[in-house]
């Protein structure tokens, strides 16, 4: 008996009890340029919780097609965000990442917070692998993806499986797999939307914006759209608003299907003919800001508003590393660590 204790002393098998927090989130390109993105692309839109066209047609469409027109097109775009820190949405997220920890040290956890990108890097795999060499047996996943939705968070979800599953010894794991109508959460959206209030006065017509899905994906059984619509629900009844003072729209739609609507883009350029000529515009599903707020709402969508004879748009940014988005984040995994 001892000579098997000792070579279980010798292996490290016995409970180790590290515990980790794993933040995740969408990725973004190395770099913006060309062949980074085309990397990046290559990775995002072959994974078929993306893309939901059979496999071999979508294929061929994407190495036919798009990674030979869209990366020069979307590094040209991302080149307009991109800062002396890098990715807005690295820098931001390595910001949560190192606030977050400090927050729960503060509060008295001994736990590590770590960070990973679905998509690029850090990638989950090397992530988790980094994890369980620093001897972790006890990992909490937070997606920050406040709505449920397959192709984020359940996509998520699969990558963290799909390294797990390779590995003989499986952590005990807590996936946080939405926080759309989180107290914690509702309570910062609504006070950053007030404090934007305050500075610049009450808009005419407060745009709540989601990152776009295709529709069939609801009548398969996403709950997105329903998730997104409780977030919009509480926020505004906090607020206080009437139903004539804000809209929920949907961003950043791809290819020809129909996607949940209405869509951002068309709702902004049609609020000028309606006598609507000030707005704040907010984007919920983002914990973070990057290339589809930066870019596409501040940008493009402004540039629509302002064409259609709009005369005040504003962007209210996202969370990002405010102290009562760490606060949330603190609450959400500390029942867990």
Avoid at 77 to 104: C, F, R
Wanted: proline share 6%.
């Amino acid at each position: 008996m001892a000579k098997f204790l000792g070579l279980s002393q010798t292996l490290g098998h016995s409970k180790r009890g590290k515990v980790a927090v794993l933040l995740l989130n969408l990725g973004t390109p190395d770099a913006p340029t060309p062949a980074a993105v085309r990397r990046y692309l290559a990775e995002f839109l072959a994974d078929p919780r993306v893309v939901e066209i059979p496999r071999l047609l979508w294929m061929l469409i994407l190495h036919g097609i798009i990674l030979r027109v869209r990366p020069a097109k979307s590094a040209a775009l991302y080149q307009k965000v991109w800062t002396e820190a890098g990715s807005p949405l690295m820098d931001i997220s390595l910001k949560q990442k190192q606030k977050l920890q400090q927050k729960l040290i503060e509060d008295g956890h001994d736990v590590s917070v770590h960070l990973a990108m679905r998509y690029g890097n850090p990638s989950v795999a090397s992530t988790l692998q980094q994890l369980h060499q620093q001897g972790v047996d006890n990992i909490v996943v937070l997606p920050l993806y406040p709505q449920y939705a397959a192709p984020t968070t359940g996509s998520a979800f699969d990558a963290i499986a799909r390294e797990l599953s390779q590995w003989r010894y499986i952590p005990s794991l807590h996936f946080i797999n939405t926080y759309h109508d989180n107290p914690d959460f509702i309570a910062a959206l609504t006070a950053s939307i007030e404090a934007d209030f305050r500075s610049h006065g009450k808009p005419q017509k407060l745009v709540l914006s989601y990152h776009g899905m295709p529709e069939r994906n609801l009548h398969l059984g996403d709950p997105y759209y329903c998730f997104c619509s409780k977030t919009t629900r509480l926020v505004t009844e906090r607020l206080g608003l009437a139903p004539d003072e804000f809209v929920m729209t949907f961003q950043s739609r791809f290819g020809k299907a129909k996607w949940l609507q209405p869509y951002t883009d068309v709702t902004i350029s049609a609020l000028p003919a309606q006598g609507v000529r000030d707005v704040a515009i907010i984007c919920p599903a983002f914990s973070a800001d990057c290339l589809e707020t930066l870019e596409e709402i501040v940008g493009e969508n402004g540039h629509l508003f302002a064409q259609a004879g709009g005369e005040k748009f504003r962007y209210i940014a996202a969370l990002n590393d405010d102290n009562a988005h760490i606060v949330m984040m603190a609450n959400l995994v500390k029942p867990y660590i």
